[in-house]
């Protein structure tokens, strides 16, 4: 089975930290996502990476960036925290291939104070 | 534009059959994908359709007509853990190999005794 972990289930940030969310996969996918998830919004991608190093803005990149210096791994920052990024983040992983579902972590609740 | 349009919210009773829409209108198509997602959940993979017709897995099927730009996720035997959310996604033009996928609001299903 796949395996999508993301460092925390729940955080509490204060405004105007630099935030780190982690997420490792462990089946060598070559796809990687992160996405936040907001009642009435649904899942809104914030950044993607289909290789090493490689990295495409999603559809809401403002006030985040991205590291992925791994294959199994992908970063998601917070450079400066702010209250309106106090959302549900998702991370997912899938293979290259067209029919290959995207798999997601457990996800992080993040509340920035 | 790229858009995915679903129903908000449906009700069902316990063992009936329900049906939930997912219309979409997309840059290019590479196939449609359905996700469950319980509440404080992360989504999981239920179906894939890339061509016309039906696909059943067990209690659940999938419907895809793309010169409709249409599809439906139909429930069967419908049992209370059931109750969810349904996402649809779809791969759109140019998004080969980066698996990047447009996801609906998702519809919440409520499953009643």
């Known amino acids: 089975d796949v395996k999508v972990t993301q460092s925390s289930r729940y955080l509490v940030k204060r405004t105007g930290e630099k935030v780190f969310l982690e997420c490792v996969q462990d089946?060598?996918?070559?796809?990687m996502f992160w996405y936040r998830q907001d009642p009435g919004l649904g899942l809104r991608l914030i950044y993607f990476?289909?290789?090493?190093?490689?990295?495409e803005k999603g559809d809401i990149p403002e006030g985040y960036s991205v590291s992925r210096e791994k294959k199994e791994r992908f970063s998601l920052i917070l450079e400066s925290a702010s209250t309106n990024q106090t959302s549900m983040y998702l991370c997912?992983?899938?293979?290259?291939?067209?029919?290959?579902?995207?798999?997601f972590g457990d996800g992080t609740r993040l509340s920035i104070l | 534009g790229q858009n995915i349009d679903q129903p908000t919210e449906m009700t069902a009773t316990e063992g009936a059959i329900v049906q939930i829409n997912c219309t979409y209108q997309?840059?290019?198509?590479?196939?449609l994908f359905w996700y469950q997602q319980h509440a404080g959940e992360a989504p999981t993979f239920l179906s894939y359709?890339?061509?016309?017709g039906l696909e059943e897995k067990g209690r659940f099927s999938s419907f895809l007509s793309r010169s409709k730009g249409y599809s439906y996720l139909l429930l069967k035997e419908l049992q209370m853990k059931d109750s969810a959310s349904y996402l649809c996604?779809?791969?759109?033009?140019?998004?080969?190999?980066?698996?990047?996928?447009?996801f609906g609001q998702g519809t919440t299903l409520q499953v009643k005794p």
């Open positions: 089946m060598d996918h070559e796809n």
């Open positions: 996604a779809v791969r759109g033009h140019g998004s080969s190999n980066t698996g990047k996928l447009i």
């Open positions: 997309t840059s290019g198509f590479n196939g």
């Open positions: 997912a992983s899938s293979q290259w291939e067209n029919n290959q579902p995207q798999h």
């Open positions: 359709n890339v061509l016309d």
């Open positions: 990476s289909y290789d090493v190093k490689m990295k």
